[in-house]
Every structure is written in structure tokens, then in C-alpha cells.
């Protein structure tokens, strides 16, 4: 059990505890760091099937709302209104589903249905406008896509309500799709039981555009949070579900190594409002950082009077070398180390000069830019 913030901090690893990874991350990514991973999502029954997954969601979503009107007498918000029985017994139709009926509503949404559905178009504006006008879950992208809980539109018997405006941290778990809506709603029934607001996503699953047939992006659920205590009981919860049920456990994978890591299976990342999210300021003064310092060395002159000549794909053959127990001679591994002291110091000069107060630096301790005085508000500088 973490007790506070600062329990939590001091378990977190930063991308300075394993500054090679971080490193490599940076060097073969431009910004996109939840495409960079080598392990399969998909792998497992249904685990890519897009069909079931939105059909779950859906029927989870539905009975999750009807439930929790049902306890609280009818009244579906705060404003006291009272749900139509007519649109309690078309949501409850909907809970009923197969793969084809989902396919006749998605039709019916987008108007592709032939027959005369005027009505029922209307009560899927119904289901839109009470459980989520910010997402349209009857819709079906060749894509990715996200799909929402928000407890302030789920759930009328939680008090307190979490909104996006608010959010200042995120928490992330990378974990199979075999597993990634029974883990979703675990956690929801646990947060709904204890009436803990809440506001996640979850995406649905697709394929690799190079047909690798591996899942093209590794950030499946995330979780949103505006305190540090609610941070601190988000991430209780997800460690009681994953060490109660090993199958959970054994489905998630280790979270990039820009964020900072609880247990080896919780990411966490600062939140940075409308302007850019953590990821992509990590990953865009990072880049400049790399940048910078291999032009520094490169015009670094050595004690035999010659310049160094190195480049980001010789830098990255050095960290797999190292990382693979391969031989890396003294003068490379010198120069390995000169360019991650350089590099770090960069970073930190790239972040101040976006915005950040000069001594908002990134790793030097467990304070830093992840996770640096998270209840206050620092945006980026255009």
C-alpha cells in the first residue's frame, strides 16, 4: 500500500535509472515513443478483434450506467433528470447484441441503413448526448480509436467529478487486448465501488500498417488524474488487481522508458494541458538535445589535436553492443559516456528554454520534470 506522493515517488524509476534505454528510445523515435516497442499485443484468444472489443465496451458501458441509475432512483445527472423508460429499454436492447446487430446500429449512425430508422437514429442521439456527447462510440474508424469512461456521465452517485480541464497526471498500462477490457472493468468497479471519480480511455485494436500484424501503438489505457492523492489511489487499486489476478500480471508490459515506471508495470507521466502532452515535449526537446550534442562532439577536438566524428547510428550501436554483453572498446565507451553527460545537460537547457523555470530540470532527482511539483500549473511557451 502507498501511502503518499511521495511513498510514490520514491518507488518510481525515471529515465535517468536506466538512462541507456532512454537514450535508444531517443535515438529511434522522433516523437511517436508508444510506437516504439517489440513484443505483439494481439497475441492470445480474440486479442485482435475489433468486433468483440467494441461490442464489450459497449454492453460494459451500457449495463455500468444502468446499474448505477438504477441505484440512485432514475436520475442520471446532477440536474436530477430522469431517464426516459423508453430509452432504458432500447439501452438494455442494445446490451443484447451480437456481432451483426452492432453492425445494423453502426450502419444506422453513420447512414448507410436503408430502411426507415428515423426513430431509432434518434434514441442512438439519446445514447450519445447521456453517456458521452464527447466521443461517439456507433462509429467504426479504419484506424485507431478511443473509447471513454467518464464517471460525471456513468455514474450519478459519485459526488466529486474529474473533467479533462482539470487532469494533471496521466497513468498509463500497456497490457494485451486478451485481457484489456476484463482489466478495464476490474478497475472501474473497483473505483465505482469506492465512488472515486475517474476518466480513462482504452483503444481498440488495429494492425500494424507495415502488416506485421502487431498492434501499432502500446498505450492502451489511460488513466487520467488531477491530484497527486488521487494518482496515489488510481495506482493502489492497479496494484491489487495485478496481484490478484496473475493473468493481468502476466499481459502487461514494461512501459516506455521516457516515462517514469511503478513496479516495473505502471507508467506515469506529467500532464501539460491543451498545449502538448508530456510524451510529446519529451520528445521533441529531446530530439533537439541529441541534435545539439552531436554537433558539440563533433566539433570537440581530442587530446591528439584530432576531432571526434561520431554519429546517432554509431551511438546507437555502442548502447545495443553494451546492452547485448558485446565487445565496446575504451575509446567508444569514453565517448558513449561523454555523450550521455552532454546529452542530459542539453535536455536540461532545451526544457528551461521552452518554458520550464530553470530549476524545473527533468532527472536529476525524483523531482524533475515527470514529476516535479505535479499541483502546479507549467505550460510550454509557443
Known amino acids: ?19 541507456d534505454d532512454f537514450i535508444e528510445l531517443l535515438l529511434t523515435t522522433e516523437n511517436a515513443f508508444s510506437q516504439n516497442f517489440d513484443y505483439d499485443l494481439m497475441k492470445g484468444n480474440n486479442g485482435g478483434n475489433k468486433d468483440t472489443f ?76 447521456i453517456l458521452d456527447p464527447k466521443n461517439d462510440d456507433f462509429t467504426y474508424c479504419s484506424s485507431h480509436q478511443w473509447y471513454y469512461f467518464r464517471s460525471y456521465l456513468l455514474d450519478p452517485n459519485i459526488e466529486e467529478e474529474l473533467h479533462s480541464r482539470n ?49 501499432s501503438e502500446n498505450d492502451v489505457l489511460v488513466i487520467y488524474a488531477d491530484t497527486e492523492d488521487r494518482v496515489v489511489e488510481y495506482v493502489n ?33 506529467r500532464e501539460f494541458g491543451n498545449k502538448i502532452s508530456y510524451s510529446e515535449c519529451i520528445a521533441d526537446n529531446g530530439n533537439k538535445a541529441v541534435i545539439k550534442t552531436l554537433k558539440d562532439l563533433n566539433n570537440e577536438v581530442t587530446s591528439r589535436g584530432q576531432l571526434y566524428k561520431i554519429s546517432a547510428c554509431e551511438i546507437l550501436d ?15 565507451e569514453d565517448m558513449y559516456n561523454l555523450f550521455k553527460k552532454d546529452l542530459f545537460e542539453n535536455l536540461y537547457k532545451e526544457l528551461s528554454n521552452s518554458g520550464y523555470p530553470t530549476d524545473f530540470t527533468m532527472f536529476m532527482d525524483k523531482y524533475s520534470i515527470a514529476f516535479g511539483n505535479p499541483e502546479e500549473s507549467y505550460f510550454i511557451k509557443k
Open 167 to 215: 487532469v494533471k497526471h496521466r497513468l498509463y498500462v500497456t497490457i494485451d487486448f486478451k485481457e484489456l477490457m476484463n482489466f478495464t472493468e476490474d478497475f472501474v468497479k473497483e473505483l465505482t465501488k469506492r465512488k472515486i471519480p475517474y476518466e480513462l480511455k482504452i483503444k481498440a485494436p488495429y494492425t500494424r500498417k507495415d502488416l506485421s500484424f502487431g498492434y
Open 54 to 129: 467494441l461490442l464489450e465496451y459497449i454492453k460494459f458501458k451500457i449495463n455500468l450506467f444502468l446499474d448505477n441509475v438504477a441505484r440512485n432512483n432514475g436520475v442520471y445527472n446532477k440536474r436530477g433528470d430522469v431517464i426516459d423508460p423508453r430509452l432504458v429499454d432500447f439501452f438494455k436492447h442494445l446490451a443484447t447484441l451480437d456481432v451483426e446487430g452492432l453492425y445494423r446500429y453502426l450502419r444506422i449512425n453513420i447512414g448507410n441503413e436503408n430502411e426507415n430508422i428515423k426513430s431509432t437514429k434518434e434514441w442512438l442521439e439519446c445514447y450519445k448526448r
Open 237 to 269: 487499486i492497479l496494484n491489487e488487481l495485478i496481484k490478484h489476478n496473475p493473468e493481468y500480471k502476466d499481459a502487461i508490459h514494461r512501459p516506455s522508458p521516457h516515462l517514469g515506471i511503478i513496479n516495473g508495470l505502471i507508467g506515469y507521466g
Open 318 to 332: 555502442i548502447i545495443r553492443r553494451r546492452k547485448n554483453r558485446q565487445f565496446v572498446s575504451t575509446p567508444e
Open 1 to 19: 500500500m502507498i501511502n503518499d506522493f511521495n511513498d510514490l515517488i520514491n518507488i518510481m524509476e525515471v529515465p535517468e535509472d536506466h538512462k
